[in-house]
């Protein structure tokens, strides 16, 4: 066959394969070497939407409040469409010059080119040459972007000529219904460059990082000259010296082209190669080293993301979708709040101590989550952690200072007892039922309940569960407000027992706290048992801060639940975070009422007492402010959850390795302190607020 087109004069075997070429472009590629392609072609030659639009993976943006300041992104390949007037025309025309100098001339086959290739080819016995067009390369990028298996991958880039038939074929008819810069815009949205770069934008940004516009003519042409061969040449992982003299070899074609002149070419090639290389995240886990506290926020949206069922039958779906679907998501997260919020809780605990430290800052009436901070980084790489505190767990390291465990809720950790905060959901229950905030009762130092001391109470007497006071000073006749702000177990306990301790049940479940343990469920779920879950209004049931400062959100939010939200808008579009009512209003005034007792900004409609356990926090703050503080038996764990009527943040301290870790009471100040200071911060951009009486 080689002697014998040897033999044939150079004229005549260009008119013999371009003959050739012309009817295998009006014959269909069906069979070749006795193989059925594609059963037919028929999906092929109709042009689907695949080759206009292939289904290309585009990588997701997450910003901040803001809009503009990048959290990280997510993608399975580093890409994102941008059009053609956003690329700078030296890219444009060094690909061009590069790959298919003819491109503006030819039908999307070169006829010149896919003869030489075919001579080449039947020489070496192999393909060793391409002859492809930018058309056809197009081509070949969307069958590949849009393969579904990998049958259909390997028939979209095998390197045999039936696969080049298709090309050819498909590229004539492509020509016919899109125009060359709508080629020219669509190869370099698909093309490969080097380095999971992936387009236009993301080689520009990864090796140069700039926007594609921006790119000067020596940085163009170096792009141009690595889709030959993406890895063989790419600078920033090989030794530059290939990808220089591909750059310059571009520089001369562009010159050959009149794309630019001689001397703009011998000046550009004679410019040393400046990267500066981009690193792109991917995931939460590659949120900015300097912002690894974002991390945790960022495993909160990732969760909500994959509860979302329009965007998947499943959750894997929904993530997949997350890294192909190119969607600029405004998340919820307030840098400034969140900024405030690590600094106070640095401040005060290590991320070297076993205790963690955290708050969680949500915006009422909105359930938008502002802020997420704890003394942890965001980080998979535990080998200089420290010791585990849990005594069964000696040989696993302890989550400190690394761990990606979301510590502060979203995720499934069972969380931590709350202790007195729980006492909210048994006051707003009583008032619902009618019982006045002037409601009083005796409260001794230790009270025998009605409860049997079994189920889920922490101590008993006889077979009583007989609970007690902190302190002397609690006890006497109380109200709501001297009761709540003094934190006074003896008289919650007499006001569950009247409502009946399933409705604070009920009312902890409405307002959006989920039980963790297989206790705290197997209890909550059966109203029997529930009746008798007297320790229930003093915390003994897991929670996370951040179902325990969107509850208090709701009752700032007078009674309107909104889910905790991590998302603000997607694409531009405001997401409904689906609020409902779960309080009636008066009933929300009411138990704030009582709660500002807590802080020392004082009730309108009843005395407080004359002392409180956050008395500090109203002069602190400097504005309206209610709250609740909770401790747990030994102090195991402290809490505070404050609210204005703007921002409602939660803040705790415990081990969370080992929850029997006494935290103590030299910590319980924490809390209240964080929360004080990152309310104060976070309101002095805010207009002045009070709440309503009802």
Not at 207 to 213: D, G, I, L, Q, V
Not at 329 to 354: C, F, G, L
Request: hydrophobic fraction near 40%.
């Amino acid at each position: 066959m080689v002697r014998f087109w040897g033999s044939i004069p150079r004229l005549l075997r260009w008119g013999l394969i371009a003959g050739l070429v012309v009817a295998l472009l009006a014959t269909p590629v069906a069979i070749v070497a006795g193989r059925t392609v594609k059963a037919g072609s028929d999906m092929f030659l109709a042009l689907s939407s695949e080759l206009k639009q292939p289904k290309t993976g585009q990588t997701s943006y997450i910003y901040a409040n803001d809009g503009k300041t990048l959290l990280t992104t997510f993608y399975e390949e580093y890409r994102r469409y941008v059009p053609l007037g956003e690329i700078s025309p030296y890219l444009r025309d060094a690909v061009v010059s590069a790959e298919d100098a003819r491109f503006y001339e030819h039908n999307g086959v070169d006829v010149k080119g896919l003869a030489r290739a075919f001579v080449a080819n039947q020489q070496a016995g192999e393909v060793s040459q391409g002859g492809s067009t930018l058309t056809m390369q197009y081509v070949r990028m969307a069958l590949r972007d849009s393969a579904v298996n990998a049958e259909e991958v390997l028939e979209a880039t095998e390197q045999t000529n039936e696969r080049k038939l298709r090309e050819v074929r498909l590229a004539t008819a492509l020509e016919k219904q899109l125009s060359k810069p709508e080629i020219l815009e669509r190869y370099l949205n698909g093309a490969y460059f080097g380095h999971r770069a992936y387009g236009a934008l993301a080689a520009a940004q990864i090796y140069f990082s700039k926007e594609p516009k921006d790119l000067a003519l020596s940085e163009a042409a170096l792009l141009a000259g690595l889709v030959k061969a993406p890895t063989d040449f790419d600078p920033a992982s090989q030794d530059p010296k290939l990808a220089v003299e591909r750059r310059n070899w571009v520089l001369r074609q562009m010159a050959a082209n009149n794309y630019v002149s001689a001397a703009e070419a011998e000046a550009a090639a004679a410019e040393p190669l400046r990267l500066n290389v981009f690193e792109p995240p991917n995931d939460c886990i590659s949120v900015p080293s300097e912002h690894s506290d974002w991390g945790f926020f960022c495993d909160l949206f990732k969760t909500w993301w994959a509860q979302q069922p329009s965007f998947g039958a499943t959750p894997p779906q929904r993530l997949a979708n997350l890294r192909r679907g190119g969607y600029a998501i405004t998340t919820s997260i307030d840098p400034n709040i969140q900024a405030s919020a690590m600094a106070q809780i640095n401040e005060k605990e290590s991320a070297n101590s076993s205790y963690a430290h955290g708050v969680v800052v949500i915006e009422p009436g909105t359930g938008l989550v502002k802020a997420m901070a704890v003394n942890r980084v965001y980080s998979i790489d535990q080998s200089g952690n420290g010791p585990n505190t849990d005594p069964n767990k000696r040989d696993v390291p302890g989550n400190y200072p690394n761990t990606v465990n979301p510590l502060l809720g979203g995720g499934d950790l069972p969380g931590y007892q709350a202790g007195s905060t729980f006492k909210i959901f048994t006051m707003l229950a009583a008032i619902e039922q009618g019982h006045p905030l002037t409601t009083s009762y005796d409260a001794p130092m230790r009270y025998t309940s009605m409860y049997p001391g079994e189920i889920g109470h922490p101590s008993s007497c006889g077979d009583r569960w007989c609970p007690s006071n902190a302190n002397e000073a609690m006890t006497g006749r109380q109200t709501m407000w001297s009761g709540f702000g003094k934190s006074v177990n003896t008289y919650f306990v007499q006001l569950e027992q009247t409502i009946g301790a399933e409705n604070a049940v009920k009312m902890a479940e409405r307002l959006g706290l989920r039980w963790r343990s297989e206790v705290d469920a197997a209890i909550a779920s059966d109203p029997r048992r529930a009746h008798l879950w007297g320790s229930f209004t003093l915390g003994t049931a897991d929670t996370t801060p951040l179902e325990m400062a969107n509850a208090f959100a709701t009752v700032a939010a007078e009674g309107l639940y909104c889910p905790p939200t991590p998302v603000a808008a997607i694409n531009g579009e405001k997401v409904d975070p689906g609020c409902h009512q779960a309080v009636e209003p008066w009933v929300a005034r009411a138990a704030t009422d009582a709660a500002r007792c807590v802080t020392g900004y004082g009730a309108v409609g009843g005395p407080c007492g004359d002392w409180s356990t956050a008395g500090a926090v109203y002069g602190a703050v400097g504005r309206p402010v209610a709250g609740k503080t909770g401790t747990t038996d030994d102090t195991r764990a402290a809490w505070f959850v404050g609210y204005t009527p703007q921002l409602a943040a939660a803040s705790f301290i415990a081990d969370p390795d080992y929850p029997f870790h006494v935290a103590g009471d030299g910590n319980s100040w924490k809390p209240v302190q964080s929360v004080s200071n990152v309310l104060r911060e976070a309101s002095e951009s805010l207009p002045w607020a009070d709440f309503a009486y009802p």
